[in-house]
């Protein structure tokens, strides 16, 4: 499963990369594998069940930085036919190693 997850703390200034680096922090320690995008971060996790306490705890580092406001988007790739992976998805539309000639 592949879930896109990005968190926005709302009225705390225009730069935001405190909050991010605390989110990103969370997610390192869990051990799934992630990637940190311009706009959001990709994460493979092996259930909802752990995508959902991910987020939780994603949520919880923001607000004990200090947010006071959180916006949450979360995205869900939840493919059953194959085993859906961050570098399978960047491979088929061309952008990862070993990427489809076009």
């Given at each position: 499963m592949i879930a896109q997850l990005?968190?926005?703390?709302?009225?705390?200034?225009?730069?935001?990369?405190?909050?991010?680096?605390?989110?990103?922090?969370?997610?390192?320690?869990s051990g799934y594998k992630y990637e940190v995008g311009g706009?959001?971060?990709?994460?493979?996790?092996p259930n909802l069940d752990a995508l959902f306490d991910l987020v939780k705890a994603v949520h919880g580092a923001h607000l004990k930085e200090g947010a006071k406001r959180l916006v949450v988007e979360l995205k869900i790739d939840d493919r059953r036919?194959?085993?859906?992976?961050?570098?399978?998805?960047?491979?088929?539309?061309?952008?990862?190693?070993?990427?489809r000639p076009e």
């Open positions: 990005s968190v926005y703390p709302i009225g705390e200034g225009t730069s935001l990369g405190r909050f991010v680096r605390k989110g990103v922090a969370v997610i390192k320690q706009m959001s971060t990709s994460i493979e996790v036919d194959k085993n859906a992976t961050i570098e399978r998805k960047k491979t088929s539309v061309g952008a990862g190693p070993g990427a």
